[in-house]
Protein backbone atom coordinates (compact mmCIF):
# COMPACT_ATOMS: atom_id res chain seq x y z
CA UNK A 1 0.00 0.00 0.00
CA UNK A 2 1.45 3.58 -0.66
CA UNK A 3 1.89 5.87 1.84
CA UNK A 4 0.04 9.58 1.04
CA UNK A 5 2.87 12.26 0.58
CA UNK A 6 3.53 14.38 3.53
CA UNK A 7 1.48 17.74 3.84
CA UNK A 8 4.98 19.91 3.73
CA UNK A 9 6.12 18.27 0.55
CA UNK A 10 2.83 18.62 -1.24
CA UNK A 11 2.90 22.52 0.03
CA UNK A 12 6.12 22.66 -1.06
CA UNK A 13 6.63 26.13 -3.21
CA UNK A 14 9.66 26.50 -5.41
CA UNK A 15 12.55 27.37 -4.37
CA UNK A 16 13.19 31.30 -3.34
CA UNK A 17 15.91 33.13 -4.53
CA UNK A 18 19.36 34.05 -2.72
CA UNK A 19 20.37 37.44 -4.02
CA UNK A 20 24.31 37.77 -2.32
CA UNK A 21 25.32 41.07 -2.18
CA UNK A 22 29.28 40.49 -1.65
CA UNK A 23 32.14 43.78 -1.17
CA UNK A 24 34.06 45.10 1.24
CA UNK A 25 33.05 46.88 4.47
CA UNK A 26 31.49 50.07 4.09
CA UNK A 27 30.72 49.55 0.13
CA UNK A 28 27.67 50.05 1.01
CA UNK A 29 25.43 46.61 1.14
CA UNK A 30 23.53 46.96 3.94
CA UNK A 31 21.79 50.28 2.81
CA UNK A 32 21.48 48.63 -1.06
CA UNK A 33 19.91 45.45 0.95
CA UNK A 34 17.31 47.09 3.13
CA UNK A 35 16.43 49.31 -0.98
CA UNK A 36 15.81 45.91 -2.59
CA UNK A 37 13.70 44.63 0.49
CA UNK A 38 11.59 48.01 0.21
CA UNK A 39 10.97 47.96 -3.05
CA UNK A 40 11.45 44.46 -5.03
CA UNK A 41 7.42 43.22 -5.54
CA UNK A 42 7.83 39.73 -3.99
CA UNK A 43 8.72 40.30 -0.29
CA UNK A 44 12.77 39.06 0.68
CA UNK A 45 13.92 39.24 3.71
CA UNK A 46 17.65 40.70 4.59
CA UNK A 47 20.31 38.06 6.05
CA UNK A 48 23.05 40.54 7.17
CA UNK A 49 26.21 39.91 8.53
CA UNK A 50 26.24 42.55 11.14
CA UNK A 51 23.01 41.22 12.72
CA UNK A 52 25.30 37.97 13.17
CA UNK A 53 28.29 40.05 14.03
CA UNK A 54 26.09 41.26 17.08
CA UNK A 55 25.41 37.91 18.67
CA UNK A 56 29.04 37.86 19.25
CA UNK A 57 30.41 38.85 23.36
CA UNK A 58 32.95 40.94 23.67
CA UNK A 59 36.32 39.55 23.34
CA UNK A 60 34.97 36.50 21.02
CA UNK A 61 37.49 36.98 18.93
CA UNK A 62 40.49 37.35 21.44
CA UNK A 63 41.45 33.40 20.83
CA UNK A 64 44.17 31.05 18.97
CA UNK A 65 44.00 31.09 15.22
CA UNK A 66 43.08 27.64 15.09
CA UNK A 67 39.43 28.96 16.93
CA UNK A 68 38.93 31.66 15.50
CA UNK A 69 39.42 29.70 11.99
CA UNK A 70 36.51 27.53 13.53
CA UNK A 71 34.46 30.59 14.47
CA UNK A 72 34.69 32.13 11.08
CA UNK A 73 33.34 29.14 9.69
CA UNK A 74 30.36 28.88 12.04
CA UNK A 75 29.84 32.19 11.16
CA UNK A 76 29.89 31.92 7.49
CA UNK A 77 27.61 28.41 7.51
CA UNK A 78 24.88 29.77 9.76
CA UNK A 79 24.27 32.86 7.50
CA UNK A 80 24.74 30.37 4.32
CA UNK A 81 22.33 27.77 6.38
CA UNK A 82 19.71 30.31 7.49
CA UNK A 83 18.98 31.30 3.31
CA UNK A 84 19.47 27.75 2.42
CA UNK A 85 16.35 27.00 4.68
CA UNK A 86 14.90 29.90 3.71
CA UNK A 87 14.99 29.47 0.12
CA UNK A 88 13.82 25.62 0.80
CA UNK A 89 10.47 26.61 1.96
CA UNK A 90 10.30 29.15 -0.95
CA UNK A 91 11.30 32.82 0.97
CA UNK A 92 13.34 34.55 -1.16
CA UNK A 93 16.32 36.82 0.81
CA UNK A 94 18.86 39.01 0.28
CA UNK A 95 22.45 38.36 1.77
CA UNK A 96 25.46 40.94 2.45
CA UNK A 97 28.51 39.93 2.98
CA UNK A 98 32.47 39.86 2.97
CA UNK A 99 33.63 37.02 1.44
CA UNK A 100 36.77 36.07 2.04
CA UNK A 101 38.11 32.86 0.29
CA UNK A 102 37.17 30.73 3.06
CA UNK A 103 33.27 32.21 3.10
CA UNK A 104 33.33 31.86 -0.50
CA UNK A 105 34.51 28.34 -0.23
CA UNK A 106 31.85 27.66 2.74
CA UNK A 107 28.91 29.64 0.59
CA UNK A 108 29.83 27.42 -2.77
CA UNK A 109 29.08 24.31 -0.94
CA UNK A 110 26.45 25.29 1.05
CA UNK A 111 24.19 26.75 -1.53
CA UNK A 112 25.10 24.38 -4.39
CA UNK A 113 21.17 23.44 -6.47
CA UNK A 114 20.05 26.90 -5.25
CA UNK A 115 19.10 29.71 -7.53
CA UNK A 116 22.09 32.25 -6.08
CA UNK A 117 22.49 35.65 -7.96
CA UNK A 118 25.77 37.11 -7.42
CA UNK A 119 25.95 41.04 -6.96
CA UNK A 120 29.53 42.78 -6.74
CA UNK A 121 29.38 45.93 -4.55
CA UNK A 122 32.39 47.43 -5.54
CA UNK A 123 34.07 51.09 -4.01
CA UNK A 124 37.03 53.26 -4.88
CA UNK A 125 39.24 52.75 -1.44
CA UNK A 126 39.77 56.53 -1.42
CA UNK A 127 35.79 56.70 -0.88
CA UNK A 128 35.76 53.60 1.20
CA UNK A 129 38.41 55.27 3.64
CA UNK A 130 35.99 58.09 4.04
CA UNK A 131 33.34 56.76 5.01
CA UNK A 132 34.84 54.07 7.16
CA UNK A 133 36.11 57.30 9.54
CA UNK A 134 32.44 59.47 9.28
CA UNK A 135 31.05 56.31 10.39
CA UNK A 136 32.61 55.87 13.67
CA UNK A 137 31.46 52.22 14.26
CA UNK A 138 33.86 50.15 11.99
CA UNK A 139 37.67 49.20 13.16
CA UNK A 140 39.82 51.81 10.93
CA UNK A 141 41.40 50.00 7.83
CA UNK A 142 39.18 47.43 7.80
CA UNK A 143 38.02 48.35 4.19
CA UNK A 144 41.77 48.87 2.79
CA UNK A 145 42.35 45.25 4.49
CA UNK A 146 39.84 43.90 2.29
CA UNK A 147 39.66 46.07 -0.51
CA UNK A 148 42.46 44.00 -2.77
CA UNK A 149 41.42 40.47 -2.15
CA UNK A 150 37.38 40.58 -2.09
CA UNK A 151 36.74 40.79 -5.69
CA UNK A 152 39.57 39.02 -6.76
CA UNK A 153 39.24 36.43 -9.48
CA UNK A 154 35.58 36.43 -8.49
CA UNK A 155 32.20 35.82 -10.98
CA UNK A 156 29.15 38.26 -10.43
CA UNK A 157 25.94 37.77 -12.68
CA UNK A 158 25.84 42.31 -11.86
CA UNK A 159 28.15 44.66 -10.38
CA UNK A 160 27.55 47.99 -9.06
CA UNK A 161 29.90 51.37 -7.81
CA UNK A 162 29.00 52.95 -5.19
CA UNK A 163 31.53 55.48 -5.66
CA UNK A 164 30.77 55.92 -9.12
CA UNK A 165 26.92 56.43 -8.19
CA UNK A 166 24.41 56.60 -5.52
CA UNK A 167 23.54 54.07 -3.49
CA UNK A 168 19.95 54.64 -4.49
CA UNK A 169 21.22 54.52 -8.20
CA UNK A 170 22.93 51.32 -7.71
CA UNK A 171 19.70 49.82 -5.85
CA UNK A 172 17.79 51.05 -8.98
CA UNK A 173 20.33 49.19 -11.17
CA UNK A 174 19.88 45.87 -9.13
CA UNK A 175 16.39 46.33 -8.87
CA UNK A 176 16.12 46.48 -12.59
CA UNK A 177 18.45 43.63 -13.03
CA UNK A 178 16.73 41.17 -10.85
CA UNK A 179 13.33 42.41 -12.12
CA UNK A 180 14.57 41.56 -15.84
CA UNK A 181 14.24 37.74 -13.92
CA UNK A 182 18.06 37.11 -14.89
CA UNK A 183 19.46 33.58 -15.10
CA UNK A 184 22.02 33.00 -12.76
CA UNK A 185 25.39 32.10 -13.86
CA UNK A 186 28.38 33.30 -11.97
CA UNK A 187 27.61 30.73 -8.86
CA UNK A 188 28.31 27.97 -11.41
CA UNK A 189 31.33 29.43 -12.59
CA UNK A 190 32.41 29.89 -9.35
CA UNK A 191 32.16 26.32 -7.74
CA UNK A 192 34.09 25.44 -11.36
CA UNK A 193 36.83 27.62 -9.88
CA UNK A 194 37.03 26.69 -6.17
CA UNK A 195 36.74 22.80 -7.06
CA UNK A 196 37.88 22.08 -10.47
Not at 29 to 51: G, R
Not at 110 to 135: A, K
Not at 151 to 166: E, G
Request: with cysteine; charged share 20%; aromatic share 8%.
Amino acid sequence: MRLPMPITKMLQPPYGAIVVLNGPSSAGKSTLSKYLCENLVEHHLHIELDAFRNMEPIGYWDVERQLAQVRVAALCRAMNATAATFSRHGQSVIVDHVLSSDAWHYMLEDLIDLPVFLVGVFCSLEVLIDRERNRGDRKIGLAESQFASIHASRHYDCVVDTSSASEIECGRSILDWLQSRPIPTAFTKMHQQFFR
